[in-house]
């Protein structure tokens, strides 16, 4: 279990960072993946890896990969999880498992590879790996990028140093966003500076001021604080729906960065200073776009059990329509499954709101939704669904050892109805036992 470290609103603590107002253009954009000039891989295969591994197995592995997949000898070497196996055949495996099984390469949410993909490799796996050359490696990894013109960026005060002997590492900092007039939040840029050490990076909103210098902090971070969007390789940028902008107010936005870093290779002296550039307006779009919690604090999953509950929230008479427009489903090491739809009053189909069927707490992940319409009277699901193999009872919190069934969902426009939390709907919602 991990320990907990608490912010005491000191003056080392809290934060006095303003915004920067131009984007910091000195870290590296792309994962820098030296191209070789030829391979011994015959092209069509090297194609494959290029487009579809080397973002993160490319000549200097990123984002946690434990090895390159450039070169035969790549393929031919022992591999990292499994000495008495050679790499190739883990990469046999792996690209056969299942689209949403753990473990499948390349990993969620990039796509499976096609079926005449795997053909390829399968038939130079069985050939025995000839050596070949092939002039080009492969496609470059793309950076992510937005249409829109960053104009904020968050970043941390000083940056993160990754010990050599840590594998696996959670990293918060927080960042205090005050202009002068209220502006609306219209994208949001990953911008990862050290792809070597860089696992995944979350972007969240807190209650109050979170310290600027990088710490040390729990993988249950989220717990506390709202999600806004995830970044995972093989994401891109995110643009918010014209009709609306996350607003920032001259009250301030507490804003909250977690990195998950990975040191599988035991890389000596890194340090990353990640965030995330915003661009923002102050020409005002119509609605003010906000975060809600669909899902259920009320289940309890007996010891050594399976346990799977609906909850049910029926969007009040009071209110307007709402339109969800992203979704970062929700639960801690148990669950199995999470997934929320609306079904609109009267007829009608349901609608998803982001279904993960096979949540792996390692990888979660943001979806985009296409503007869904919520109308009072309709009805919003979440089924969430566990297993528990220890031999006690486990319940809803935010500690290592709870358990939670939260959608977040990014909608608009924001509910002003009192009283109003972002976690009403989980909060209020009725919950049943399948
Ligand atoms: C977005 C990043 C990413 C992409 C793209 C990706 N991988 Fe991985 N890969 C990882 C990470 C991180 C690990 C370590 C965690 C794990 O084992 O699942 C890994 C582990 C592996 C392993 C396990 C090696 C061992 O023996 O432990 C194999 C095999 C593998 N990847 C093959 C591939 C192949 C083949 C592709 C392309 C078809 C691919 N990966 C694409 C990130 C990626």
New binding site residues.
């Given amino acids: 279990m991990r320990l907990w470290l608490l912010c005491f609103l000191t003056a080392a603590c809290g934060s006095n960072v303003t915004a920067q107002n131009t984007p910091s253009d000195a870290g590296v954009d792309a994962p820098a993946r030296p191209r070789l000039e030829t391979t011994d891989l015959p092209c069509e295969v090297d194609a ?2 290029g ?7 490319g000549n200097v ?7 390159p ?1 450039d070169r035969r000898a790549d393929l031919l070497a022992p ?4 000495p008495g ?1 050679k ?1 190739w ?7 056969h498992l299942a689209p949403d099984a ?2 499948r ?3 969620k949410p ?1 796509l499976p ?1 096609t079926d005449s ?1 795997r053909a390829v ?1 399968d038939r130079y796996f069985e050939a025995g790996l000839p050596s070949a050359t092939c002039s080009s490696s492969g496609a470059d990894p793309k950076p992510p990028t937005v249409s829109c013109k960053p104009d904020v960026s968050v970043r941390p005060s000083s940056p993160w140093t990754m010990p050599k002997a840590t594998r696996d590492e959670y990293v918060c900092y927080g960042f205090e966003y005050k202009p002068d007039l209220k502006r609306h939040i219209t994208g949001l840029l990953p911008k990862i500076q050290n792809p070597k050490i860089v ?1 995944h990076i979350l972007l969240m909103q807190a209650d109050g001021p979170v310290p600027s210098k990088p710490y040390q902090c729990d993988d249950f971070a989220i717990a506390r604080y709202r999600m806004l969007y995830a970044w ?3 994401v891109g940028g995110y643009e918010l729906p014209e009709q609306a902008g996350l607003p920032s107010d001259p009250g301030g936005t507490h804003y909250v960065v977690q990195t998950h870093y ?1 040191n ?1 290779l035991s890389l000596d002296g890194q340090t990353d200073d990640s965030g995330f550039d915003l661009c923002t307006t102050d020409k005002l779009r119509p609605n003010d776009a906000d975060i809600l919690a669909f899902g259920s604090a009320k289940f309890a999953i007996p010891e050594k059990a399976r346990h799977d509950i609906t909850a049910r929230w029926v969007v009040p008479s009071g209110f307007g329509d709402l339109y969800a427009f992203g979704a970062f489903p929700h639960m801690h090491k148990l669950g199995t499954y999470i997934s929320t739809s609306v079904h609109p009053k009267g007829a009608g189909t349901a609608i998803d709101l982001g279904t993960d069927p096979r949540f792996d707490f390692s990888s979660q992940f943001f979806a985009p939704l296409p503007n869904v319409k919520l109308s009072p009277g309709d009805v919003v699901e979440t089924r969430c669904v566990w297993e528990n193999p220890t031999d006690r009872a486990v319940t809803w919190g935010e500690n290592t050892d709870d358990e939670m069934c939260f959608s977040f969902t990014l909608y608009y426009p924001k509910v002003v109805t009192k009283p109003w939390s972002w976690g009403s709907p989980a909060f209020l919602s009725t919950t049943e036992v399948n």
Avoid: Y
């Fill in positions: 494959i890896l487009r579809a591994c080397h973002s993160c197995h592995p990123t984002f946690g990969a434990p090895m997949l591999a990292p999880s499994d196996k790499v055949q883990t990469v046999k495996d792996r690209v753990p473990g390469m390349p990993q990039n590879l993909e490799l696992h995972a390789p093989g990975n599988t």
